[in-house]
């Protein structure tokens, strides 16, 4: 096949989905402005080309396999709806460990938002939570100005795609002044292979409010391709604060491609915890704004690769405003054939004065054939700032090791034990104790 | 004595890098003595220290280390620990993310659960120690040893002053009851207060069932831990050995005494 007939193949493609998507959202009810922004996405999609490697953020990654099959790929594949917890799958109900009364909780299978279940002391408080659909028909005024305003459908042709198909996602809605009585809990399911899930996320804080939401991708490793294009966006008001983590635990054959976005206002604080486990090529982007002065960010994160898993995690620290603060730490733990590339950029805009910023990598390689590698960047254009930023590759340190034996343990389990403390201070910053004890789970089941 | 002794260290040769550190070294060490072995700086306490440990980096090129009757040459440092030998580091490693309580808890049970496997691939059944019964037996060593409880929680040696390191090597000791315990120049670094509280968690720990050497450069420490013999290292082998009276000699005066060749005796 030519380049000419694989570009009107491409074209075909997205104007089918187009059309399919426009037709099911002007049906659930998405508003004009919603559904205009779609076929907005899908010219844009069409014109586009897929990332290659002459740019820079794609450089280290290879996403070839995705796009060679994103055409046989479902995007509209429709989820069971759930009446309850007992009707989700079995994987979702145990990261739930038995604590899915005590939590306001939405369920994506696929591509539908199957369960939105709230809770009483969360309504009393006027917390919302519901789909991206429902919300798009009941909150369109709130969406209006925040769904799309970090995200743009022309960062890439990926963002585009997901745009254009856009299904499921969460909407969070927490009023000024309150504080969720309980954590928030979104998962995103998917039931098996030839899937493209494409869900998008709006989290919004008030002046003064706090919240506590943990995102969690699951999927059970199978035989063929599975795409995830998802997008978040996030926004603090003023003195707000925000708990928010995004755990990424995906069967072994899906690509996965994610963009999240914060934006941060005066005297807001963001605590971001982002880890990555499963995947099989993992591609994600958060990018935080301080956009208030006083406005503060503490990231920590991790992946952890073993076989032939290629992740590659970008961060950007965005200091618009004075006095604020940025602290980052990002952990990667390789072992088999696995790869990890840290890219992350600290930028400091003219006016953004007394800025304090800091970004470390620390990577750990458990053999010969894993490869780590870490690209920090700075861009300060602000005189009066302290920022910082360091990295780290390294195996497992031998006088740690011999320190560990010393006292009985066998080389495995001293390594075992070497490993876990590793990833200790991103787990220390989960606020729950029964997904922090699912993360360790999943930690030392791969630690093997 | 009529028994055999548990640590017989016999022309013990010992090369690091290819440079020969230890140059037929003989010691011998029964449960219910304690040693102090003393030296310069570069006499080779520390390489005697870690070769007996079992360190990776130490390659013995002559002689024998017998313990308990059974050469530990081949064996790995986790093997001669649960054999019950016990080294206490000079520069105790931390090891960030690993709480104190729970290193601790994997070291007990690192002796208690496991049938050794030989590499037949059996896995040890994960039990070990009660939860319970371990919190118990840790609130009672720490307070002998009259550490704070919030210790338990801390990570491994990370950020710890050097009289915390210390106290919290001679906690290991505690617990993991070897029969011979090497004290690496343990006072090193120490003021005065930590030195009496690590001395006073040896002459605890110090009995019928235990045998100890304990490694310095300095008298000092001899002040609180009452040595039956006393050994003295000068480049690579035992110079000299006797009561206790010859550390009080070694610090009137100094190591140049023995460096200039004084009369060996048979240790």
Same mark, same amino acid.
């Given at each position: 096949m030519t380049t000419a007939d694989l570009q009107i193949q491409e074209r075909n493609l997205f104007t089918d989905w187009s059309a399919r998507a426009t037709a099911r959202a002007a049906d659930a009810g998405e508003p004009a402005w919603a559904l205009e922004r779609r076929s907005a996405a899908a010219a844009t999609a069409a014109a586009m080309s897929y990332p290659d490697r002459g740019d820079d953020l794609w450089r280290r990654i290879d996403f070839r396999t995705a796009e060679a099959g994103i055409a046989g790929l479902d995007p509209f594949a429709p989820g069971p709806r759930a009446r309850g917890v007992d009707d989700l799958p079995a994987p979702v109900v145990a990261r739930m460990a038995g604590e899915a009364g005590n939590a306001g909780l939405l369920v994506q299978r696929d591509s539908d938002v199957v369960l939105e279940q709230t809770h009483p002391a969360l309504e009393k408080q006027g917390v919302v939570l519901c789909s991206m659909e429902r919300a798009l028909r009941d909150h369109g005024a709130r969406l209006a100005d925040t769904l799309g305003a970090l995200l743009h459908a022309d960062e890439d042709r990926y +963002?585009?795609? *997901?745009?254009? @198909?856009?299904?499921? /996602? #969460?909407?969070?809605? =927490?009023?000024?002044?309150?504080?969720? &009585?309980?954590?928030?809990?979104?998962?995103?399911?998917?039931?098996?292979?030839?899937?493209?899930? +494409?869900?998008? *996320?709006?989290? @919004?804080?008030?002046? /003064? #409010?706090?919240?506590? =939401?943990?995102?969690?991708?699951?999927? &059970?490793?199978?035989?063929?391709?599975?795409?995830?294009?998802?997008?978040?966006?996030?926004?603090?008001?003023?003195?707000?604060?925000? @708990?928010?983590?995004?755990?990424?635990?995906?069967?072994?054959?899906?690509?996965?491609?994610?963009?999240?976005?914060?934006?941060?206002?005066?005297?807001?604080?963001?605590?971001?915890?982002?880890?990555?486990?499963?995947?099989?090529? @993992?591609?994600?982007?958060?990018y935080f704004d301080l956009a208030g002065s006083g406005a503060q960010a503490f990231v920590h994160g991790f992946m952890f690769g073993d076989g032939r898993q290629h992740f590659h995690l970008h961060t950007l620290q965005r200091h618009l405003a004075d006095h604020t603060t940025s602290d980052l730490l990002i952990k990667g733990c390789l072992k088999d054939h696995a790869r990890s590339v840290y890219q992350g950029l600290i930028q400091v805009s003219e006016g953004a004065q007394r800025t304090d910023a800091y970004q470390a990598n620390r990577n750990l390689l458990l053999s010969d054939t894993a490869r780590a590698d870490s690209i920090p960047g700075l861009e300060i254009l602000a005189n009066d700032v302290r920022c910082t930023h360091g990295a780290t590759i390294g195996n497992v340190d031998e006088e740690q090791m011999y320190y560990l034996m010393s006292r009985g343990l066998q080389r495995s389990e001293a390594q075992r034990l070497i490993v876990e403390g590793f990833f200790v201070p991103v787990l220390d910053r989960i606020p729950l104790e029964s997904v922090r004890e699912q993360l360790r789970d999943a930690i030392e089941h791969k630690i093997g | 004595m009529s028994k055999t002794p548990e640590l017989i260290v016999n022309d013990l040769r010992v090369a690091v890098e290819g440079k020969e550190i230890l140059k037929g070294l003989s010691l011998q060490v029964a449960k219910g003595e304690i040693h102090a072995l003393m030296g310069p700086n570069g006499s080779g306490k520390s390489t005697l220290a870690n070769t007996l440990m079992g360190h990776p980096r130490?390659?013995?090129?002559?002689?024998?280390?017998?313990?308990?009757?059974?050469?530990?040459?081949?064996?790995?440092?986790?093997?001669?620990?649960?054999?019950?030998?016990?080294?206490?580091?000079?520069?105790?490693?931390?090891?960030?993310?690993?709480?104190?309580?729970?290193?601790?808890?994997?070291?007990?049970?690192?002796?208690?659960?496991?049938?050794?496997?030989?590499?037949?691939?059996?896995?040890?059944?994960?039990?070990?120690?009660?939860?319970?019964?371990?919190?118990?037996?840790?609130?009672?060593?720490?307070?002998?040893?009259?550490?704070?409880?919030?210790?338990?929680?801390?990570?491994?040696?990370?950020?710890?002053?050097?009289?915390?390191?210390?106290?919290?090597?001679?906690?290991?000791?505690?617990?993991?009851?070897?029969?011979?315990?090497?004290?690496?120049?343990?006072?090193?670094?120490?003021?005065?207060?930590?030195?009496?509280?690590?001395?006073?968690?040896?002459?605890?720990?110090?009995?019928?069932?235990?045998?100890?050497?304990?490694?310095?450069?300095?008298?000092?420490?001899?002040?609180?831990?009452?040595?039956?013999?006393?050994?003295?290292?000068?480049?690579?082998?035992?110079?000299?050995?006797?009561?206790?009276?010859?550390?009080?000699?070694?610090?009137?005066?100094?190591?140049?005494?023995?460096?200039?060749?004084?009369?060996?005796?048979?240790?």
């Open positions: +963002a585009a795609i *997901s745009e254009t @198909v856009r299904s499921g /996602g #969460a909407f969070v809605w =927490v009023p000024d002044g309150v504080e969720a &009585a309980l954590p928030l809990r979104l998962f995103q399911w998917m039931d098996g292979p030839g899937r493209l899930s +494409a869900p998008r *996320s709006v989290i @919004v804080l008030g002046r /003064g #409010a706090r919240a506590t =939401v943990i995102e969690e991708q699951l999927s &059970a490793t199978a035989e063929g391709l599975a795409l995830h294009l998802g997008g978040t966006e996030v926004f603090l008001g003023d003195d707000a604060k925000l @708990v928010y983590g995004t755990l990424q635990d995906w069967g072994r054959n899906v690509f996965h491609y994610g963009n999240q976005r914060a934006r941060i206002g005066r005297g807001a604080e963001l605590q971001w915890i982002q880890t990555l486990l499963g995947g099989r090529v @993992v591609k994600s982007h958060s | 130490y390659e013995v090129t002559g002689g024998e280390i017998l313990f308990k009757g059974l050469s530990i040459l081949e064996m790995e440092a986790d093997e001669r620990s649960r054999a019950g030998l016990f080294m206490a580091f000079q520069y105790p490693v931390a090891i960030p993310g690993l709480s104190v309580a729970n290193f601790l808890r994997s070291a007990l049970n690192a002796r208690l659960v496991r049938p050794e496997t030989n590499g037949s691939g059996t896995m040890p059944q994960k039990k070990g120690i009660a939860p319970r019964e371990f919190r118990a037996l840790l609130k009672g060593q720490m307070a002998l040893l009259k550490m704070d409880e919030s210790f338990a929680t801390r990570y491994l040696n990370d950020g710890f002053s050097g009289g915390e390191k210390k106290r919290a090597e001679i906690l290991q000791m505690a617990l993991l009851k070897p029969e011979i315990a090497i004290m690496d120049e343990t006072d090193s670094g120490l003021d005065i207060d930590a030195l009496r509280v690590v001395s006073d968690g040896v002459n605890a720990l110090a009995g019928p069932d235990l045998g100890v050497l304990v490694i310095t450069h300095y008298q000092r420490i001899l002040n609180y831990i009452k040595p039956h013999r006393v050994h003295v290292m000068v480049d690579g082998r035992i110079s000299v050995s006797g009561g206790p009276e010859l550390a009080l000699e070694l610090e009137t005066r100094g190591y140049d005494w023995v460096r200039n060749g004084k009369e060996v005796t048979a240790p």
